[in-house]
């Protein structure tokens, strides 16, 4: 079998809704690592998958993996399931109930490790099974029926079925969902060490946070058939960028806002009106990517630049080191900005805010940093097996609670419940796209 | 001594009139199979709602209801006198229980089949993305179905439609043979008030029948939801 080039995958795909499945309009570009699509059920990731795997036929859009073009739409090219060598575990997958383990493997390392189809001597895929079988843990499991078999035997069996036929790209799709706990946990190692060493790519489709963490160098959100761009795993557990994104990603304080300029938006839920602007840092990082979309205009930067400047001299010229953002029945939020930093105007697009429980401090962030304060009325505390959760109303005017989280080992309850503001750092909010 | 009973009584209500009767009722029942109301909203429900109880009910509550609606035409339309009565209630009861198996026929066969197709597509799907062609899927999957182990599906298959009769057939027996004890309490004037005994059992027969049906339902929807 010749080398071939894995590490680019190009996934563009529309498809209208039909009787049996999602509309779908996916843009995903990825040059090395593993992929995640992360989505709820109702999110089109399994029809994703069925598209990549050939069992259903976008109606536009181009399939490549590497140098293999699987699906395009262009070029009228379409490769059947059989050709495409993409092992897919689709959500709730069986082996072939009415033949023995060793039966299911048997058919897979015929089927798939000949491009003929022809197969192989007996003695050789006897012994290509016993070792397969060895290498997943299911010896003396052969001669039984998927029936007799434990859940994780099973998940293991499929695997090891899965890649009898030597695939080149693995599609996942939440394989795990009837595991438990650590049973789970060991098995989802044991699969990744399997594919990392076999250096099979795949892609993870799934809704559960830790296995998405787990199984993907990469994430791209899923969103009603939408994908919603692809980033690293650990900058889209930090920083998500979209409401479903951030959703997912198991940030609990979420509200919707209303823009009123460059630097303001309403929190009706939250009950604040409140000014954010990203620090020259953030505005920094997300300038360098623009520039490869767009040239950079001198004359108009230097305009946005001394607008801004006038803005601030008007809005917040009292204030030199602290500016006040918003008043609210005598309270002041504050959010200090570090004298001759640059912000940059909030996005257009921008529909609402989110702060993670975690994200809160309790003390005042030194100087240097910006953040915000929020005044904490009407507490309630819960106490779990190792957090404690205090919901708060951040305002008289407050609608919903934000949550703040702690360990248990940082503070105990009556110190939680003697604070009287909390602090969150200006780069720990997110500004979440629809 | 009840079937002794039965079977001079059979042989008193005469061939012919017991033929004419088999005739009317198999063309009542033609009808009622055609009219398709029931077994559509049936059908609905079935494919909307595989997993819920719903699921199951309609299958086995049609012969129940049929016995039900029946029992009225046929005392209305045969108020034969004394000893014939008891006779004709068995002829009916048999014919209802043909009724229900024709009612319960299609609909269970059509689930059967539905869900047989589906797990077959899946499995092939599968067997596609490992690799196999069509041909190789052909011989080594579906027709390995057709010999060995494959004859146990089919046999497990027939056994399972079967399986999901009975109920409803039971149910029509129980609630023809309530009656046909009321008509027999009735022609051997047992009791001071024989009307009120037969309405009493048929009441007791409809919650079995009801009972047996729901049971029957739960229990098929619980196999429904585990994809067997």
């Given amino acids: ?434 | 001594m009840t079937a002794k009973l039965f079977m001079e009584e059979i042989l008193t209500v005469g061939w012919e009139r017991l033929c004419l009767f088999c005739l009317f009722f198999s063309a009542l029942f033609s009808a009622l199979l055609l009219f398709p109301a029931g077994r559509l909203a049936a059908e609905r429900v079935l494919r909307k709602n595989r997993r819920g109880i719903a699921a199951g009910l309609p299958v086995h509550l049609i012969p129940a209801v049929w016995s039900l609606v029946l029992l009225v035409p046929a005392h209305c339309l045969f108020p034969v006198p004394g000893t014939n009565e008891s006779a004709l209630a068995v002829c009916f009861a048999a014919l209802v229980l043909f009724a229900a198996a024709s009612s319960a026929y299609p609909v269970c066969v059509r689930v059967l089949l539905e869900g047989y197709a589906r797990t077959t597509e899946a499995e092939v799907e599968t067997a596609r993305t490992l690799g196999m062609s069509d041909a190789m899927i052909r011989r080594d999957l579906l027709a390995g179905r057709t010999r060995g182990k494959t004859r146990e599906a089919y046999l497990l298959t027939l056994c399972r439609f079967f399986a999901e009769l009975v109920p409803g057939m039971v149910a029509a027996a129980i609630l023809m043979g309530t009656d046909s004890f009321g008509a027999l309490c009735d022609l051997k004037q047992v009791g001071r008030n024989a009307a009120f005994l037969e309405a009493m059992l048929l009441s007791v027969g409809i919650l079995l029948a009801a009972a047996l049906a729901v049971f029957s339902a739960g229990r098929i929807s619980k196999r429904r939801k585990h994809g067997t």
């Avoid at chain 1, 080398?3 to 680019?8: H, I, L, V």
């Avoid at chain 1, 969103?223 to 889209?236: I, L, M, Q, Y």
């Fill in chain 1, 1 to 434: 079998m010749a080398p071939e080039n894995t590490k680019d995958l190009t996934i563009r795909l529309r498809k209208r809704a039909d009787g049996t499945g999602k509309a779908l309009d996916v843009d995903i570009r990825v040059s090395g690592g593993n992929l995640c699509l992360f989505g709820d059920a109702d999110s089109g990731r399994s029809e994703v998958l069925r598209c990549i795997a050939g069992l259903d036929k976008p109606d536009e859009g181009r399939i490549a993996l590497g140098d293999r073009v699987l699906f395009d739409s262009m070029e009228e090219s379409c490769l059947p399931p059989a050709l495409r060598r993409v092992g897919y575990l689709a959500e709730g997958a069986g082996l072939f109930s009415r033949l023995t383990v060793s039966e299911n493997l048997r058919l897979a390392l015929s089927g798939g490790g000949r491009e003929d189809g022809s197969s192989p001597e007996k003695h050789a895929l006897k012994e290509a099974e016993d070792s397969i079988l060895r290498d997943f843990g299911l010896d003396g499991l052969g001669g039984l029926l998927p029936e007799h078999l434990s859940k994780s035997q099973t998940v293991l069996a499929l695997f090891a079925r899965m890649l009898a036929a030597k695939p080149s790209l693995v599609l996942l799709d939440n394989p795990f969902r009837d595991l438990g706990g650590y049973e789970k946990a060991d098995i989802l190692e044991k699969i990744r060490e399997k594919l990392t060493k076999e250096r099979i790519p795949w892609i993870f489709a799934g809704n559960d946070r830790d296995e998405i963490y787990a199984m993907g160098d990469l994430v791209c959100v899923l969103h009603e058939g939408k994908s919603e761009g692809t980033k690293k795993r650990d900058a889209f557990f930090q920083s998500p960028e979209t409401l479903a994104g951030a959703i997912l990603s198991g940030c609990e304080n979420l509200a919707p806002v209303t823009r009123l300029d460059a630097f303001h938006v309403t929190v009706p839920d939250w009950g604040q009106v409140l000014c954010f602007r990203r620090t020259e840092g953030q505005a920094q990082k997300e300038t360098e990517e623009e520039k490869t979309k767009e040239e950079p205009d001198p004359a108009k930067a230097e305009e946005k630049s001394g607008a801004v400047k006038a803005q601030e001299k008007t809005a917040h010229g009292e204030a030199e080191k602290g500016l006040v953002l918003r008043r609210n029945e005598g309270e002041d939020i504050a959010l200090w900005r570090p004298p001759g930093e640059r912000w940059k105007e909030l996005p257009k697009d921008i529909a609402a805010v989110g702060i993670r429980a975690e994200d809160f401090l309790l003390k005042e962030p030194e100087e240097g940093s910006a953040y915000l304060a929020l005044p904490v009325r009407d507490r309630k505390i819960r106490e779990e097996r190792s957090t404690l959760d205090l919901a708060f109303l951040p305002g008289a005017q407050a609608k919903k609670p934000l949550h703040l989280r702690m360990q248990k080992s940082e503070m105990n309850k009556n110190e939680l419940n003697s604070v009287e503001k909390v602090y969150i750092s200006e780069n720990k909010i997110l500004w979440l796209r629809d």
